[in-house]
């Protein structure tokens, strides 16, 4: 049984200008000790779906339908009071900022020793002896003298590792990593990446790690989830998605992206603008920027199985559409028979 | 190979290739205490920098948050007033100048910022921010000027009736086309591009790449390109150069440099860029540095990487190392690689051991 389930998750948020599906229908799994990797752009969804796990969505927000199985319970049935034993207990979280998600008038060590002493009933010594320890495990020099520093003494580098000492101090079975590294520079960024694993290999956590950089995700994580306007549209293995991605949109991520290892050739940018959740296309939310749009797109489209877990949201292997296309499609084989499309409840198995 | 071709200040001379050229650039920010404000110390945010952009070509300026490359980019056009140093711009010095003399100048350097909702004034129209810079410098106005404000967002890829519109109807990457469009009204010869795609989400940032791209082979622009994202850099520029807490620790052809960095910092750098390929991740070696970037304020003596360096020997504490040339056009400011005849230490398999 897969340790996190979202099933047919739904957030939506009230504004001035009318009600908004941030995540409209997502499902996935997350397997003990697995990284599955969230990407997206901004408006994609990532961050509500994260914040909707830990029921933190802002008072604006309202999850309207969905299941979030944790260990097979339910956290969307769980009152306030047992979700605050659940949060950073069992499922814990890295923000993106580690500038603004400390405590700047708490000591690092008050701030990591709280977790302990609420979750596991520590004493306020032994919370803290726990938190020295959770210090040095990330790295953090002069970890005894270094409990007693404010937010502010620390590097943005040494923050971010408060955080995770912070996160991993309960041995959660879930962290949740929201986009960990960004604001981060990039010598910082492969410091804490190696952290992460470190950590990962020696607790055995699931990580759900929430990034816009691809090649973050290529490093870290066995299985990538891609979301675009609310909604998984592609997952699979890291290896299958980077190497054979099944949905333009995918495809296009890839193809837009200068690499470090590769110089010269013009990018391939996508064409217009991730699109406004308020009006948002109807079929296929990527249609009116993909180079492939044919007729059949907009019709709400169903994922598509390409075996071993890889699974698209995309027409372009549905028989339907076979005599539809205007430019040739990727060499990918078509679905005979569009039965084979699962609903998002058989997928997240 | 010879260390330093270039002479004992391992600086070449300029020619007449060279739109810009900068000399023992420094920028210094007085840090002030008490109620008489005295002076009691400097940020040191570009403490000598020398190199030249040549006509046409892209430089990309790289660092880490605090290496300098903003304030780098601001000096050279003014935008700041530079501590000492010499910069040159068409063979004219710019240092000294009057803000009188400078402004016949400003038309033929420009500036694109990163963040593209904060450059934009929100009350203005997006034809009015376009149309501002054209009648300060006398170059349109009226009729024409409306003429050439249309020219230019069709130039930059948007609608001529977008120049009715505010910056808040626009998305992020509509707005940096609006910077671009701003930065060219007064047909300048070079620009600053500041991170200028940092802001943008992935699919947008190769957009305004290919859109910078296209100017430059059309106008016969040069550009200074800032950022911090080497992979970007390496696709857009045809020199590189590295920035680290004020100095600039090696510049070289973008191939060369990235084929064969010599400095232990470039070295780092790169390797800590993660490649979207799991394969080829799976086969990389990543070089970690320990410990923090250090403070501008109170830089490290000797060579400033010294504290980070995995080679790192006594000369590198005390000795500032010289920015020798190795190879034609690269340089690098290294006691290591000057001591080992050119050749850039292997910090993957050794010889040091990495903590």
């Known amino acids: ?349 | 190979m010879t260390a330093s071709l270039a002479g004992p200040s391992g600086v070449p001379t300029a020619s007449s290739d060279d739109l810009v050229v900068v000399r023992d650039l420094r920028k210094y920010f007085p840090i002030t205490a008490g109620i008489l404000q005295r002076h009691v110390a400097d940020v040191k945010a570009v403490d000598g920098i020398d190199f030249e952009i040549r006509r046409g070509e892209t430089l990309g300026l790289v660092g880490e948050s605090g290496s300098g490359k903003t304030t780098a980019g601001r000096v050279i056009l003014r935008l700041a007033e530079p501590t000492s140093g010499s910069i040159t711009f068409d063979g004219r010095e710019l240092t000294g100048l009057s803000r009188g003399e400078l402004r016949p100048l400003r038309k033929e350097m420009q500036i694109i910022f990163q963040d593209p909702y904060a450059s934009l004034n929100p009350r203005m129209t997006v034809g009015s921010i376009i149309r501002e810079p054209l009648e300060i410098h006398g170059i349109a106005k009226g009729k024409e000027a409306d003429h050439r404000v249309q020219e230019l967002l069709r130039l930059v890829g948007l609608q001529p009736q977008h120049a009715n519109r505010y910056p808040h109807e626009f998305s992020g990457g509509q707005r940096q086309r609006v910077g671009v469009a701003r930065a060219l009204a007064v047909d300048p010869k070079f620009i600053v591009a500041d991170e200028p795609v940092s802001a943008l989400d992935v699919s947008i940032q190769a957009q305004v790449i290919n859109l910078l791209q296209d100017l430059q082979q059309q106008l016969g622009l040069t550009y200074l390109f800032i950022a911090h994202d080497l992979s970007v850099v390496r696709h857009i520029s045809n020199r590189v150069a590295v920035m680290y807490v004020g100095k600039i620790v090696e510049i070289a052809d973008r191939d060369r440099l990235y084929d064969n960095p010599l400095h232990p910092y470039t070295q780092a750098l790169l390797s800590a860029i993660p490649i979207p390929d799991p394969d080829v991740e799976r086969r990389r070696k990543r070089i970690i540095l320990s410990g923090d970037i250090p403070s501008p304020v109170n830089p490290p003596s000797g060579c400033r990487f010294h504290t980070r360096c995995p080679v790192a020997f006594d000369r590198c504490k005390v000795e500032v190392p010289a920015f020798n040339e190795y190879e034609p056009g690269h340089r690098a400011a290294c006691h290591w690689v000057e001591e080992h005849g050119g050749r850039a230490p292997d910090l993957v398999n050794g010889p040091a051991v990495l903590s």
């Open chain 1, 1 to 349: 049984m897969a340790l996190l389930e979202v099933k047919d998750l739904k957030t939506t948020f009230r504004t001035e200008d009318g009600v908004v599906a941030a995540v409209n229908g997502l499902s996935f799994a997350v397997d003990p000790g697995s990284t599955l990797g969230i990407v997206g752009e901004s408006g994609s969804g990532k961050s509500v779906t994260s914040l909707s796990i830990m029921r933190l969505i802002a008072q604006n927000g309202t999850i309207e339908h969905g299941q979030i199985l944790f260990k097979g319970e339910d956290l969307l049935k769980k009152s306030e009071a047992e979700m605050r034993k659940i949060r950073g207990r069992d499922i814990a979280m890295i923000f993106q900022d580690p500038m603004t998600s400390l405590n700047p008038v708490l000591t690092i060590g008050e701030q990591i020793a709280e977790a302990t002493r609420l979750h596991l009933g520590l004493s306020k010594k032994d919370a803290l002896a726990k938190a020295v320890d959770m210090l040095r495990l990330v790295k953090i020099p002069a970890a005894e003298k270094r409990l007693r520093d404010y937010p502010h003494q620390f590097s943005g580098g040494m923050r971010q590792r408060v955080m995770i000492a912070m996160a991993l101090s309960c041995d959660p079975a879930v962290l949740i990593a929201d986009e960990p590294t960004t604001a981060l520079d990039v010598t910082i960024q492969a410091q804490i990446i190696e952290l992460m694993n470190e950590m990962q290999q020696r607790l055995g956590s699931a990580i759900v790690l929430i990034t816009h950089d691809l090649g973050v995700v290529a490093e870290t994580c066995e299985n990538v989830l891609v979301m675009y306007g609310g909604n998984m549209v592609e997952y699979g293995t890291a290896t299958e998605i980077f190497e054979s991605p099944k949905m333009p949109y995918t495809m296009g991520l890839l193809e837009s992206l200068p690499r470090l290892d590769q110089a010269g050739s013009r990018l391939v940018p996508i064409e217009g603008q991730p699109p406004n959740l308020l009006h948002m296309p109807q079929g296929c939310a990527f249609g009116p920027r993909c180079r492939y749009k044919m007729p059949i797109c907009m019709e709400p489209v169903p994922l598509y199985d390409f075996g071993d877990g890889h699974v698209a949201r995309c027409f372009l292997y549905d028989e339907r559409a076979e005599g539809q296309k205007t430019i040739p499609a990727p060499s990918v084989p078509v679905i005979a028979n569009s039965a084979v499309a699962k609903t998002p409840q058989e997928l997240a198995k």
